[in-house]
Antibody
Framework: QVQLQESGPGLVKPSETLSLTCAVSGYSISSGYYWVWIRQPPGKGLEWIGN???????DYNPSLKSRVTISVDMSKNQFSLKLSSVTAADTAVYFC????????????WGQGTLVTVSS | EIVLTQFPGTLSLSPGERATLSCRAS???????LAWHQQKPGQAPRLLIY???SRATGIPDRFSGSGSGTDFTLTISRLEPEDFAVYYCQQFGTSLTFGGGTKVEIK
């Protein structure tokens, strides 16, 4: 059974960089699939942040592209998100997930972690 | 970017009733690229339907998906108490997008 678990600070100051890690178990990242970050502001819908393929090629939501970096560490079977220059609008539950390569649907989700941007 | 619009925003129904949820895309979506997810309060979403009409592992057959092109539908044939939740459609074209969600609430 594939499992994903997010970890990282729950509170980030405005203008700083949000950093999260997703540990994957039950499947080797190096075997394939895309690895995704999605967020959900409180009481709102889901927003795709970006994804990375095991080979290291990443794609980002154009609205966030200038501030986002997603990377993968296959030795630890995990991938990471960095979002720079955060504001209160970046307060959200952040989910990591797995996306099927060709048809693109998300088949496994992490439980999510709330990140609050506040001084 | 393909925009997905879900309607209605809220559906108020009783257990045992049929639920019909709609998802309309701003441009044509390949059938294999349309999925539906269910989210309960405080939980992560869960994949229900992929490829427009294929049920994910463990999903009961009261859930069904249909549609093509720009119009897609999720149907719950008879609502069970555990089905009251928010449902999101999701597509993948050049990027991944979600609809705004339909909340199915108890009437």
């Amino acid at each position: 059974q594939v499992q994903l678990q997010e970890s990282g600070p729950g509170l980030v100051k405005p203008s700083e960089t949000l950093s999260l890690t997703c540990a994957v178990s039950g499947y080797s990242i190096s075997s394939g699939y895309y690895w995704v970050w999605i967020r959900q502001p409180p009481g709102k819908g889901l927003e795709w942040i970006g994804n990375i393929y095991h080979g290291g090629s990443a794609d980002y939501n154009p609205s966030l592209k200038s501030r986002v970096t997603i990377s993968v560490d296959m030795s630890k079977n995990q991938f990471s998100l960095k979002l720079s220059s955060v504001t209160a609008a970046d307060t959200a539950v952040y989910f990591c997930a797995r996306r099927v390569y060709s048809s693109g649907y998300v088949d496994y989700w992490g439980q999510g972690t709330l990140v609050t941007v506040s001084s | 970017e393909i925009v997905l619009t879900q309607f209605p925003g809220t559906l108020s129904l009783s257990p045992g009733e049929r639920a019909t949820l709609s998802c309309r895309a701003s441009q044509s979506v390949a059938g294999s690229h349309l999925a539906w997810h269910q989210q309960k309060p405080g939980q992560a979403p869960r994949l229900l339907i992929y490829g427009t009409s294929s049920r994910a592992t463990g999903i009961p057959d009261r859930f069904s998906g249909s549609g093509s092109g720009t119009d897609f539908t999720l149907t719950i044939s008879r609502l069970e108490p555990e089905d009251f939740a928010v449902y999101y459609c999701q597509q993948f074209g050049t990027s991944l997008t979600f609809g705004g969600g339909t909340k199915v609430e108890i009437k």
